[in-house]
Nanobody, 128 residues
């Protein structure tokens, strides 16, 4: 019932930049609020790892490996989270997944709440 649609992945040379976007929507419904939004990534042969999160209150967390290079932000009016990735390295190559926790939405006068929702993933490839 809730969809997260990512965009912005691609191929870039080391040192380059990419900006990922993820928009949340609900069929025939209005999203009221989203708690934490974030980005995870999974490289081939590795477990999915957290990259960055931002809460509804604006608290931000980054994994150490991206601090100073990546910036997460959100636009609550558009139910969208962004990940600006600068100074990209080959080790940043992975499928990046958007995550949204506890989406509250209204449909037909009824309030609904979700748990974790995930996007379909977008490939980021950094060449050396």
């Amino acid at each position: 019932q809730v969809q997260l649609v990512e965009s912005g992945g691609g191929l870039v040379q080391a040192g380059g930049s990419l900006r990922l976007s993820c928009a949340a929507s609900a069929n025939n419904a209005v999203i009221f609020s989203i708690d934490t939004m974030g980005w995870f990534r999974q490289a081939p042969g590795k477990q999915r790892e957290l990259v960055a999160t931002v809460t509804g209150g604006g608290n931000i967390h980054y994994v150490d490996s991206v601090k100073g290079r990546f910036t997460i932000s959100r636009d609550d009016a558009k139910n969208t989270v962004f990940l600006q990735m600068n100074s990209l390295k080959p080790e940043d190559t992975a499928v990046y997944y958007c995550n949204a926790n506890r989406i509250i939405y209204w449909r037909g006068g009824t309030k609904y709440s979700t748990g974790d929702s995930w996007g379909q993933g977008t490939q980021v490839t950094v060449s050396s």
